[in-house]
């Protein structure tokens, strides 16, 4: 079984540009997942999908972040426009809709902006 | 809401020893548990979990945890460590009938030395 797939794995952007990036979930998996891991920290959950609607993006800052999973499939995460804070790892993560299943997370996409 | 520490931030341990890493969490209502590996530059790996039932738990690589509720913590042991074991390491609750979201702590890297 294919694992959560990423990319790009490496992203070096300078401040207050754009970047997006891309996750594509586990076959059948209708739960999708994007966590921010800053250096020393735990992942923080940003947004959680359920099909192509949003169940929880209250941690989201939607001043510069959105994201989508139009088809229901797989999903992009974009900054726009990056701070320096924003360097981080974003991970994807996907799971089956019941109770007790367990999430499956992606190798993630590192960010550095300068 | 839920939170989760785990109290050391770096464990070194001689390789074939045993090791303990220490999760505590709090929440209002019954959780899920959760312990995740990373190695570097990959994502989280489930380890074991904690759902119901007894206590103790086996995982995968020869780790187990067992949860206390009085105490309210999750710890995982190894009785015999390998070099291979060196990662980081997550602690993580998920609020039981939610709406499936982790909470992690800020992780402990686990340093095996020869």
């Known amino acids: 079984e294919a694992g959560v797939a990423q990319s790009p794995r490496y992203k070096i952007i300078e401040k207050r540009q754009s970047v997006a990036f891309w996750c594509n979930p586990i076959s059948g998996h209708a739960t999708l997942y994007w966590y921010q891991q800053i250096l020393g920290q735990g992942p923080k959950l940003l947004i959680q999908f359920q099909n192509n609607g949003v169940v929880d993006d209250s941690q989201l800052p939607k001043d510069r972040f959105s994201a989508e999973r139009l088809k229901g499939v797989d999903s992009t995460l974009k900054i726009q426009p990056a701070k320096l804070e924003d360097s981080a790892v974003y991970l994807c993560a996907s799971s089956v809709w019941t109770l007790q299943e367990t999430q499956y997370f992606g190798p993630g996409t590192r960010l550095l902006v300068l | 809401a839920q939170s989760v520490t785990q109290l050391d931030s770096q464990v070194p341990v001689f390789e074939e020893a045993p090791v303990e890493l220490r999760c505590n969490y709090s929440?209002?209502?019954?959780?899920?548990l959760f312990w995740y590996v990373q190695y570097p530059n990959q994502g989280l790996q489930l380890l074991l979990k904690y759902l119901s039932g007894s206590t103790l738990v086996k995982g995968i690589n020869g780790f187990e945890a067992e949860f206390n509720k009085s105490q309210t913590s999750f710890h995982l042991r190894k009785p015999s460590v390998h070099i291979s074991d060196t990662a980081e390491y997550f602690c993580?609750?998920?609020?039981?009938?939610?709406?499936?979201?982790?909470?992690f702590g800020s992780g402990t890297q686990l340093t095996v030395l020869p």
């Open positions: 929440s209002s209502v019954s959780v899920y």
């Open positions: 993580a609750v998920e609020r039981s009938g939610s709406a499936r979201q982790l909470t």
